[in-house]
């Protein structure tokens, strides 16, 4: 029987002797930085069709202040970033960023999160770069479905940047998907064959209500077809290192599938959250279903020392709440997700 409560949480590095530690005890190891509030699509369940009210780009960090800001996190204690968007790839000259990035010498794990339209072009200068991992978002392997729910005929793009990634060497690349009631609901055991002929490690994520536009999705609860994709693959919990998100992952010794749940709803795990999340303007955002923030870019533009920077991250760390409040309250968080950050 399905418990998701039994199962073992993602495994993560140890933290940094010198690790930030939140009021709660919860050692900050893991920052999310997005380079670009900008996507080239319009998912249902993030941005809005017609949404034009972006950051002026004058007011993005530039390449020069992100690294710096990671550098400080870094020499705080924190080993594992991410770049996000909007969708990141729409970002010029990325790999050089990654490249920086990668040289820092505290950074252990560096990822990317994506759509997939640009991939095709940019998977093999992302990898000579020294991206280590990729998480590719597909919620369908339906045009049609795909349409509906991005406002694009993306579809061919993406599989054709999955193909170019795998081609450029990334290996376990992470398909995430946000199965939604009466729209892509019934795709999961498609999508579960095709990671499984393509060697792709599959998540799901539960919606979650940011802005008007995921507080009008309908999310699938999992336990049915988890209990179903448990029974037909012998699935078996899996704590094998492979992020260190919130995920919890299964996997079937038969095939070699590896399987993924984000539940930050049914199940939240802000109990072991270690991250937080650096918007393109330069605010920290401590939790995605909170308001609670912290503004860097006029501290880095104003001539800030390295040792302000540092202590400016741990006031940021303190306004960290103990939990976000999605289900109490839905309507709190009206930022969408690409405004946050990933």
Sequence with gaps: MFSPSSQPTDAALPPASDSLRDRFGRSIDYVRISVTDRCDLRCSYCIPKGFR?????????????????????ARLGTRR????????????????????????????????????????????????????????????LRGDCVQAITGSDSLPRVLAGLEAAQQAGFRRIKINMVPMVGVNDSDVDDMVAFCIERGFVLRLIEAMPMGHTGQQ??????????????????????????????ARYWSSPATGFTLGLITPMSQHFCASCNRVRLAVDGTLYMCLGQNDDFALRERLRSGCSETELEEALRQAIELKPERHEFNEKPEQTVRFMSMTGG
Excluded: C, K, Y
């Design 53 to 73: 009210d972006f950051e002026e780009p004058a007011h993005w960090l530039t390449f020069d202040e992100i690294v710096r800001v990671a550098a400080a996190f």
């Design 217 to 246: 999705t309908q999310g699938m609860p999992f336990e049915q077809v988890m209990e179903r994709l448990q029974a037909r693959h012998g699935l078996v919990p899996d704590t094998a290192p492979l992020g260190g998100g919130p």
């Design 81 to 140: 970033f991410r770049l996000t968007g909007g969708e990141p790839l729409l970002r010029r000259n990325l790999p050089e960023l990654i490249a920086r990035l990668a040289q820092l010498p505290q950074v252990e794990d560096l990822s990317l999160t994506t759509n997939g339209t640009q991939l095709a072009r940019h998977a093999q200068a992302l990898r000579d770069a020294g991206l280590h991992r990729l998480n590719v978002s597909l919620d369908s």
